[in-house]
């Protein structure tokens, strides 16, 4: 201790010295004191020497420390270099891997599932793209493979199509396209914006009818949400149109929020009986399920209610042949559809044929079916 | 002489007004739990008390016995740093 720290003069400094170290002795003393009172107490009221049992129990838990040993005289990682023999598959697994491998084993557990549909569906992707592999015999079913061609048409069709409703009208249909609300999914995380710049004419104003396509600064992308997307405003609609289809651009399809649910199938299905097949049957051949490739070709905006139309189709539990057959003639369907929609300008037009007509469908898809029946025959 | 112990007082006084006493205080119990000092004492209390006895061991015996040894088992460095802090409180507020 250095007296020189001290801003005081020097006889003072002793004082004060002995000053700080009686204020010293007086705490520690206090100290002393409490632990004393405390012991006094413990004594007195007879739990002092509660932590001392017998000899012969203190031996026995006394502190290990030995090396290789915790302090309780436990081996630590005794398990870990055992091996178990798998009772599934009569491998010899590690202990601690052990609970997981037998998790996969067996099929049971919540990953096993996950995995198991994950690896269907894209090997149901890769028989398509690997041609007439038939590794998978979960493929040999007709339906099945039906819907993976399908899905291989659409995805090279999904390339030039980054509409949203795809996947939005994939989410109504239930039941036997089980598959493809998981492959989707995919293709749905891809398309979060379009680039305006990338797309022709035609394209721009396909995709302005069906979705809002307000441009967003940060990303200069197209908003791909619907028409009645919460975050953007009509104005904001009419204005991205005009800047990119110029002043005379089609007024926005707005109103009936029928056009765009999933009842927006069944309008498509019905035109095709309203409207005569005279516009596009040269072109399509109704028993070829080639013929929904060749209406596609037509125009991309077909390929949106073409996919609608052969999902719709199956939903009535329609077999595949038939469904090819009607999926034809939808196509052919849609194409009506559209030219109504271009010429009318308003999905309203659409909605106003569809509605009386709705009820007049089934009947008359059961009767185009088996009139194609006898010609297949 | 008396200038002395009443500048005593008169610190001693303010060590307690401003709660300054009871900082060092608790301050000291900490460290000294936290280096055994208690734990130590205590052990050398279980003797104390085998030898007089359980039932008749009084807190004077027991004062007597520990104080000395109590003092003399504090830590340097748990010294140093109260010393410290006690030249420091008057160096800020003693008036001389």
New interface residues.
């Given amino acids: 201790m250095k007296m020189e720290d001290m801003p005081l003069s020097g006889p003072d400094n002793t004082k004060l010295e002995a000053l700080v170290h009686d204020i010293y002795s007086e705490l520690v003393e206090d100290a002393c004191l409490g632990l004393c009172f405390e012991v006094h107490r413990a004594v007195k009221q007879g739990y002092f020497f509660l932590d001392e049992t017998d000899q012969e129990s203190m031996k026995e838990f006394e502190i290990v420390d030995q090396p290789g040993v915790d302090i309780f005289g436990q081996v630590y990682n005794q398990w870990k270099n055992k091996e178990c023999e798998c009772p599934n598959c009569k491998r010899l697994i590690a202990a601690s891997r052990f609970a997981p491998h037998l998790e996969k084993c067996l099929g049971m557990g919540r990953n096993s599932s996950r995995i198991a549909n994950r690896r269907l569906a894209s090997n149901n992707n890769n028989s398509k793209s690997e041609s007439d592999q038939e590794d998978n015999d979960d493929l040999n079913d007709n339906d099945w493979s039906y819907g993976a061609e399908k899905k291989a048409k659409k995805r090279k069709s999904d390339k030039n199509q980054n509409s949203p409703r795809r996947s939005k009208s994939l989410k109504h249909k239930n039941g036997d396209l089980g598959k493809s609300i998981i492959s989707e999914p995919y293709k749905y995380n891809y398309n979060t914006g379009i680039s305006y710049e990338s797309l022709g004419p035609d394209e721009v104003r396909s995709l302005l009818t069906t979705q809002c396509g307000v441009i967003s600064e940060h990303t200069k992308k197209m908003c791909t949400r619907s028409q009645r997307c919460p975050q953007h405003t009509d104005e904001q609609r009419r204005a991205v149109r005009v800047f990119l289809l110029g002043p005379s651009a089609p007024s926005l399809p707005d109103a009936d929020p029928v056009v765009e649910s999933d009842s927006f199938d069944i309008p498509e299905g019905q035109t095709l009986m309203n409207h005569p097949q005279w516009e596009d049957s040269p072109d399509i051949s109704p028993t070829d399920s080639a013929s929904s490739k060749a209406s596609t070709n037509h125009s991309d905006s077909r390929k949106l209610k073409k996919k609608k139309r052969m999902t719709l189709n199956l939903n009535s539990g329609v077999g595949a042949a038939a469904a090819a057959v009607v999926g034809g003639g939808g196509g052919i369907g849609g194409v009506g559809c559209l030219a109504s929609g271009s010429s009318t300008s308003g999905g309203s037009s659409q909605s106003s044929i569809s509605l009386p007509s709705k009820k007049k469908r089934p009947k008359l898809s059961a009767a185009s079916i088996s009139s194609t029946y006898h010609d297949l025959n | 002489m008396s200038k002395?112990s009443q500048?005593?007082a008169a610190?001693?006084q303010k060590?307690i007004e401003m709660g300054e006493?009871e900082r060092?205080?608790e301050l000291?119990?900490a460290k000294?739990v936290e280096c055994g000092w208690?734990d130590q004492?205590?052990a050398h209390?279980?003797d104390v008390?085998r030898e007089k006895g359980?039932e008749h061991?009084?807190?004077e015996d027991?004062?007597t016995e520990?104080?000395p040894k109590?003092?003399a088992l504090?830590p340097d460095s748990v010294?140093k740093e109260?010393?410290t802090r006690?030249?420091a409180f008057?160096?800020q507020h003693?008036t001389?």
Avoid: P, Q, S, W
Wanted: aromatic share 0%.
């Fill in positions: 002395d500048m005593r610190i001693n060590l006493r060092l205080k000291l119990r000294l208690k004492l205590k209390c279980k008390i359980l061991v009084t807190v027991l004062v520990v104080t109590g003092r504090v010294k109260l010393l006690i030249r008057l160096a003693a001389l």
